[in-house]
């Protein structure tokens, strides 16, 4: 019985956060994601990925949750520049010191000249440089982080067994900061019957965004392949990407 009392506390004190992306709270029980949790998004190019991310840091401030953005592909600028194209205060929350945003990217100008960046001459250098700007980053008021994109770190090491090392390094770094984070991917395979990659074992959640081209008709979806703490939608749903962001259509399924 107080095994029982014990595990029923557990989950009465859990908390949510909403994402604020139109649609994909509605696929989360209405209640959003556990606090602290670290969810994998995976896409192709092009899926929206990062303007997911973006949108789900921008929305921190308005429920008191001040973000971190970590970019290891586009430099901050790019950033900026794009997310305003799809209705995102970037900039604008920069400002405001509601939103950090750090260029951890693997190429960086030196008067005028492109050079290897510090951060990626060896894997091993650039996994603990990685880390220790998490760690960094989140040593203040911090409540929402986005890592974009996990790929560019993890594809450096050469076996599995080495980037499955990387993975878990980084999130037993991410988990003692109780942030709850997005960990930027790219998918493989967009197809239906895609082969699951190994960091997706390792997280709370996996968001997938897939664009599908059939004859005459292009789709792009969202599912929420995983979500722990949540009885979530596992059905392919629409989304579009338009002037206020991130649109998922959680009443209407995809028919592949």
Do not use: W
């Not at 929206?48 to 586009?74: A, M, R, W």
């Not at 790929?151 to 037993?172: C, H, S, Y």
């Not at 790219?186 to 699951?196: C, G, Q």
Request: proline fraction near 4%.
């Amino acid at each position: 019985m107080e095994s029982r009392q014990r595990l029923e506390q557990i989950v009465a004190s859990i908390e949510y956060t909403p994402t604020g992306i139109q649609g994909i709270d509605e696929l989360l029980e209405g209640k959003g994601l556990p606090k602290g949790s670290v969810v994998f998004v995976v896409g192709g190019p092009g899926s929206g990925k990062t303007t997911l991310g973006l949108q789900f840091l921008c929305h921190g401030p308005s429920v008191n949750e001040n973000g971190v953005y970590i970019s290891l592909d586009e430099s901050l600028e790019s950033v900026i520049r794009n997310s305003a194209t799809v209705g995102l205060n970037v900039g604008q929350l920069y400002k405001e010191g509601k939103l950090s945003l750090i260029d951890a990217s693997p190429i960086v100008s030196v008067q005028g000249e492109i050079a290897a960046s510090k951060f990626l001459r060896s894997a091993e250098s650039g996994l603990t440089s990685l880390m220790q700007r998490v760690e960094a980053a989140t040593r203040t008021n911090v409540s929402r982080l986005v890592v974009d994109s996990l790929a560019t770190l993890i594809l450096q090491f050469p076996n599995d067994a080495e980037r499955r090392l990387a993975v878990k390094g980084i999130l037993e770094t991410i988990r003692p900061i109780k942030c709850t984070t997005f960990l930027i991917s790219e998918l493989s395979h967009s197809t239906i019957d895609r082969e699951y990659q190994f960091e997706e074992y390792l997280a709370e959640g996996v968001f997938v965004m897939r664009a599908i081209n059939k004859p005459g008709v292009a789709l792009q979806t969202f599912t929420v392949e995983k979500m722990r703490g949540v009885d979530h939608d596992k059905r392919p749903h629409p989304y579009k990407i338009g002037s206020n962001g991130i649109e998922v259509f959680p009443t209407e399924v995809a028919d592949y």
